[in-house]
């Protein structure tokens, strides 16, 4: 089992930036992938940006590619999703998710094991 959680949400206004994190406990496997998710209000739950433990390769999702970057810190088992130039359309709920023993990147939500109950962004314009 592994326990996700997520903080550093918040609100904010437009333009800003804000940097999240998830907070990883329990059978931390040394080849994991780790992802960011966001769902918004009425929208389904979708995968913004992932990394792995293997190789550190990222991918995003066009809609962040540009503004977000993801990270890990494998000393203190933490995620990061550092946030610029938020707009409005960011306002969601974002969660972390882990996939034990894999090294494949994905941003479908299916391939994630684990979950966070996720922190709340809010971008006001």
């Known amino acids: 089992q592994v326990q996700l959680v997520e903080s550093g949400g918040g609100s904010v206004q437009a333009g800003v930036s804000l940097r999240l994190s998830c907070t990883a406990s329990g059978s931390i496997h040394s080849t994991m992938v780790m992802g960011w998710f966001r769902q918004a209000p009425g929208k389904e739950r979708e995968g913004i940006a992932t990394?792995?433990?293997?190789?550190?390769?990222?991918s995003y999702a066009d809609s962040v590619k540009v503004r977000f970057t993801i990270s890990q810190d494998n000393v203190r088992n933490t995620l990061f999703l550092q946030m610029s130039s938020l707009e409005a359309e960011d306002t969601a709920m974002y969660y972390c998710?882990?996939?034990?023993?894999?090294?494949?990147?994905?941003?479908?939500?299916?391939?994630?094991?684990?979950w966070g109950q996720g922190t709340q962004v809010t971008v006001s314009s």
């Open positions: 998710a882990a996939r034990p023993s894999s090294c494949s990147l994905s941003l479908r939500q299916d391939q994630y094991t684990y």
């Open positions: 990394i792995n433990t293997c190789s550190y390769s990222r």
